[in-house]
C-alpha cells in the first residue's frame, strides 16, 4: 500500500489526467440515464472512488508544504463525504430498479441522513467554521485579515525558531537566510558558554515548574455564544440549517411525491433563510467597525457558490416539467437546423434531461 501511495504522489499529473480523461467518456456511455441500467452508474461511481482515493494521497502527502487539506492526524471526514457523494447515484439507480421509484427514497433519504451525521461531525471537530463545499474541503484557513495581515509582513520578516535554531522566515535555504541563521547559532552558542552554570540550572528548574505555552485550542458551542451573543447563535442556526436542508428536502419528496410543490418551497425557503442570516451576520461591525465574523477568502466563496446553487431549483420537479423542460424543448427546436451547433445542442439538452432523472445530480448535497 505504501509503494502504491508514493507511485501516486510521484505521478500525481498523471493520475490526474487519466481521472479527468476516464470521467468524461462515463457521459457517454451508452444508456447512461436508463432506469434499469446500473452498470455505467457503477462504473462513474469507482471513478468517482477512485478519483477521491487518489486526491486524499496526494493532499496526505507528508513532505507536502501546504497543510491546508492534510487529515492525517484525525478521521478523514472529507473523504467520507466525497465517498458517499460518488456512491449515492449508484444506490439511487439500484434501489430505484430493485425496490421502484415510490421506495427508493428510504435509500435516498438513508444516505442523506448519513452525509448530514458526517457534516455535523465535520462542523464540530472544526471548532465550528462554516462547512466548504458540502464537507469535501478542510476549513482551516486564518481569517482575511489575520491572513492579508500576515501577507503584508511578509514570511521573510518573522523569523522562527526549529529545534532551538533560529530560521529567516520560511526560506533558510537562501544566501541572507544561512547567513542569519549562522549568526543565531553562534549567538546561541556564546550565550550559552558565557551563562553562569547557576544561571542555567534557574532557568531550567523554571522550565519545569511554568506551565507549557498551550496551543490555541478550538473554540467550544458555549464559547461562540458567550463571545457572539445572539450573533453566534444565528450563525450557527444558518449553518445548521444549511446542513440539514437536503435532508428534510427528501424526507417531504419521500411523503408527498415529487411532483408536490411543497418540498419544493420548503427547501428553497431553508436555502433563502440559512444565507441570509449567515450573509447578515457576518456583514455585522462591531463598535470598533471590526467585523464581528472574520471570514476567510474560502469562506466568503463559499457563500458566493451556496447562492449560486439556487440555480438547481430551475431543474427540479415539479418547476422542471411545467417551465424548465419546456423551454429547452423550444431551444432545441430552434437549434435543430443549424449545422453543428444544433447537433451539440440536442446532445446537451438530451444529457441535461437525462441527469435531471437522478435526485443525486440535482440535489446539491
Given at each position: 500500500?505504501e509503494?502504491?501511495?508514493?507511485?501516486?504522489?510521484a505521478?500525481?499529473?498523471?493520475?490526474?489526467s487519466?481521472?479527468?480523461l476516464a470521467?468524461?467518456?462515463?457521459?457517454?456511455?451508452?444508456?447512461?440515464f436508463s432506469?434499469?441500467?446500473?452498470?455505467?452508474?457503477?462504473?462513474?461511481?469507482?471513478?468517482?472512488?477512485?478519483?477521491?482515493v487518489?486526491?486524499?494521497?496526494?493532499?496526505?502527502?507528508?513532505?507536502?508544504?501546504?497543510?491546508?487539506?492534510?487529515e492525517?492526524?484525525?478521521?478523514?471526514?472529507?473523504?467520507?463525504?466525497?465517498?458517499?457523494?460518488?456512491?449515492?447515484?449508484?444506490v439511487?439507480?439500484?434501489?430505484?430498479?430493485?425496490?421502484?421509484?415510490?421506495?427508493?427514497?428510504?435509500?435516498?433519504?438513508?444516505?442523506?441522513?448519513?452525509?448530514?451525521?458526517?457534516?455535523?461531525?465535520?462542523?464540530?471537530?472544526?471548532?465550528?467554521?462554516?462547512?466548504?463545499?458540502?464537507?469535501?474541503?478542510?476549513?482551516?484557513?486564518?481569517?482575511?485579515?489575520?491572513?492579508?495581515?500576515?501577507?503584508?509582513?511578509?514570511?521573510?520578516?518573522n523569523?522562527g525558531?526549529?529545534?532551538?535554531?533560529?530560521?529567516?522566515?520560511?526560506?533558510?535555504?537562501?544566501?541572507?537566510?544561512?547567513?542569519?541563521?549562522?549568526?543565531?547559532?553562534?549567538?546561541?552558542?556564546?550565550r550559552?558558554?558565557?551563562?553562569?552554570?547557576?544561571?542555567?540550572?534557574?532557568?531550567?528548574?523554571?522550565?519545569i515548574?511554568?506551565?507549557p505555552?498551550?496551543?490555541?485550542?478550538?473554540?467550544?458551542?458555549?464559547?461562540?455564544?458567550?463571545e457572539?451573543?445572539v450573533?453566534?447563535?444565528?450563525?450557527?442556526?444558518?449553518?445548521?440549517?444549511?446542513?440539514?436542508?437536503?435532508?428534510?428536502?427528501?424526507?417531504?419528496?419521500?411523503?408527498?411525491?415529487?411532483?408536490?410543490w411543497?418540498?419544493?418551497?420548503?427547501s428553497?425557503?431553508?436555502?433563502?433563510i440559512?444565507n441570509?442570516?449567515?450573509s447578515?451576520?457576518?456583514?455585522?461591525?462591531t463598535?470598533?467597525?471590526?467585523p464581528?465574523?472574520?471570514?476567510?477568502?474560502?469562506?466568503?466563496?463559499?457563500?458566493?457558490?451556496?447562492?449560486?446553487m439556487?440555480?438547481?431549483?430551475?431543474?427540479?420537479?415539479?418547476?422542471f416539467?411545467k417551465?424548465?423542460?419546456?423551454?429547452?424543448?423550444?431551444?432545441?427546436?430552434?437549434?435543430?437546423?443549424?449545422?453543428?451547433?444544433?447537433?451539440?445542442?440536442?446532445k446537451?439538452?438530451?444529457?441535461?434531461?437525462?441527469a435531471?432523472?437522478?435526485y443525486?445530480?440535482?440535489?446539491?448535497?
Open positions: 500500500m509503494a502504491y501511495k508514493r507511485w501516486v504522489r505521478n500525481k499529473d498523471y493520475v490526474h487519466l481521472e479527468s470521467n468524461g467518456l462515463t457521459w457517454l456511455l451508452p444508456e447512461r432506469e434499469s441500467e446500473i452498470g455505467p452508474e457503477a462504473v462513474t461511481s469507482f471513478l468517482g472512488i477512485i478519483t477521491a487518489h486526491e486524499h494521497i496526494i493532499e496526505t502527502t507528508p513532505t507536502q508544504r501546504n497543510t491546508g487539506q492534510v492525517s492526524s484525525s478521521f478523514p471526514y472529507s473523504l467520507c463525504i466525497t465517498l458517499l457523494k460518488d456512491l449515492e447515484t449508484l439511487e439507480v439500484a434501489a430505484q430498479q430493485i425496490f421502484g421509484d415510490d421506495r427508493k427514497w428510504n435509500f435516498i433519504a438513508a444516505t442523506e441522513a448519513t452525509k448530514v451525521l458526517v457534516r455535523l461531525a465535520i462542523f464540530w471537530n472544526s471548532g465550528y467554521k462554516m462547512v466548504l463545499h458540502g464537507g469535501e474541503s478542510v476549513n482551516i484557513e486564518k481569517g482575511r485579515d489575520a491572513y492579508n495581515s500576515q501577507q503584508r509582513q511578509g514570511h521573510f520578516a523569523p525558531n526549529l529545534n532551538g535554531t533560529y530560521y529567516y522566515g520560511q526560506a533558510p535555504w537562501n544566501l541572507e537566510g544561512r547567513a542569519l541563521s549562522a549568526l543565531s547559532r553562534f549567538g546561541a552558542n556564546a550559552m558558554l558565557s551563562e553562569p552554570t547557576w544561571l542555567l540550572r534557574v532557568q531550567h528548574q523554571q522550565a515548574m511554568e506551565p505555552i498551550k496551543t490555541a485550542e478550538k473554540p467550544s458551542l458555549s464559547s461562540i455564544l458567550s457572539k451573543g450573533y453566534g447563535g444565528l450563525f450557527l442556526m444558518g449553518e445548521v440549517m444549511f446542513i440539514v436542508r437536503p435532508l428534510v428536502y427528501v424526507l417531504l419528496i419521500r411523503k408527498n411525491g415529487t411532483q408536490s411543497f418540498p419544493w418551497f420548503t428553497l425557503a431553508i436555502d433563502l440559512a441570509g442570516v449567515l447578515y451576520v457576518t456583514a455585522l461591525r463598535i470598533r467597525k471590526d464581528l465574523f472574520d471570514l476567510s477568502n474560502q469562506e466568503r466563496d463559499e457563500l458566493r457558490r451556496r447562492k449560486l439556487w440555480a438547481l431549483y430551475l431543474m427540479r420537479d415539479p418547476f416539467m417551465y424548465t423542460r419546456k423551454r429547452l424543448d423550444h431551444t432545441q427546436k430552434l437549434l435543430e437546423p443549424v449545422p453543428v451547433i444544433g447537433f451539440f445542442a440536442e446537451l439538452i438530451e444529457l441535461s434531461i437525462g435531471q432523472t437522478r443525486t445530480y440535482m440535489s446539491g448535497s
